[in-house]
């Protein structure tokens, strides 16, 4: 940064494009996106559904190249994904199931659910499943109550039990792990 020596202000270079980094395949696939939207600056949140239903997430190279693009600050972007639950800053596997801990929900009995899918999928709230198959997380209220205890696996809402956690999560792909052998090995 230099100064300016007539007015003494000081001059900031002004940033290298961000999109002259980026590699052509994934600049090519962020603007069949962006094309969706002629009114791109009033079209933030759906370009970054878009954006988050394809890869499962927010990847920093969409949000910098998204921010370049309609000349909205990057600050603003990070903003918005980071107030909407529904968008993510990290990876997240191809399911990403739910279960409800609210008030009805919790005294039927969704704590129990949470540590089953836990021990089932082999994570932690909040985490997800090494093959990028599974995410899971926990939510205060899914107004569901009715039919609490509650998990719901995309968009797909589930009365849950304990007994029901196994069937439900094979309906979305899960298997359990392999039981070894009698000699350790796998069968």
Same mark, same amino acid.
Do not use: D, M
């Given at each position: 940064m230099e100064s300016c020596p007539v007015r003494n202000t000081p001059q900031i270079p002004k940033p290298p494009d961000f999109s002259a980094t980026l590699a052509p395949e994934k600049r090519a696939a962020y603007d069949r996106l962006l094309a969706r939207y002629p009114d791109r600056k009033g079209a933030l949140v759906p370009i970054l559904q878009d954006i988050n239903a394809e890869y499962h997430y927010l990847p920093e190279d969409a949000l910098r190249y998204v921010s370049e693009v309609l000349g909205v600050p990057l600050s603003?972007?990070?903003?918005?994904?980071?107030?909407? +639950? &529904?968008?993510?800053?990290?990876?997240?596997?191809?399911? *990403?199931?739910? %279960?409800?801990?609210? +008030? &009805?929900?919790?005294?039927?009995?969704?704590?129990?659910? *949470?540590?089953? %899918?836990?021990?089932k999928l082999g994570i932690r709230a909040g985490e997800t499943t090494p093959d990028m198959k599974f995410t899971l997380e926990t939510v205060n209220c899914m107004g569901a109550c009715a039919l609490g205890p509650v998990m719901n696996v995309g968009e797909d809402y589930h009365p849950m039990s304990v007994a029901k956690v196994d069937p439900t999560l094979r309906r979305y792909g899960w298997a359990p792990p392999a039981a070894p052998g009698k000699d350790g090995g796998a069968r």
């Open positions: 603003r972007i990070y903003h918005i994904a980071t107030f909407f +639950t &529904a968008f993510s800053l990290k990876p997240r596997g191809e399911h *990403l199931v739910r %279960v409800c801990l609210g +008030t &009805a929900c919790h005294v039927r009995g969704s704590k129990r659910i *949470l540590e089953a %899918v836990e021990r």
